[in-house]
């Protein structure tokens, strides 16, 4: 096991797309001088699968949300003046 460190890069439409190692447990979302950052817990021998997240600004609508979207968490930009939330899609 290991900590990867994945940057959360804001991809068409709030879509974030991240491939990590199959069963990786999302542990932290924060920014990490002054960008978006996703600490996840992997077993770097299981094979890549791309995950699906959405960011979603405070008070923006987050598109398509089901029952099932997951909080991951809430990371601050500009001394909090900017404040975004992330939510992984299972399938």
């Known amino acids: ?10 991809q068409k439409g709030n879509n974030i797309i991240i491939a990590m190692p199959k069963g990786a447990e999302t542990v932290c979302f924060a920014v990490q001088r002054g960008e978006l950052f996703l600490w996840a817990r992997v077993d770097s021998t299981e094979l890549l699968e791309k995950r699906e997240f959405q960011l979603v600004g405070t ?5 398509g949300y ?22 992984e899609k299972r399938p």
Do not use: K
């Open 1 to 10: 096991m290991s900590v990867w460190i994945c940057p959360v890069l804001n």
């Open 59 to 63: 008070g923006h609508q987050i598109v």
């Open 66 to 87: 089901r029952e099932d979207f997951n909080y991951v968490g809430t990371a601050f930009l500009n001394e909090g003046a900017i404040v975004f939330h992330l939510f």
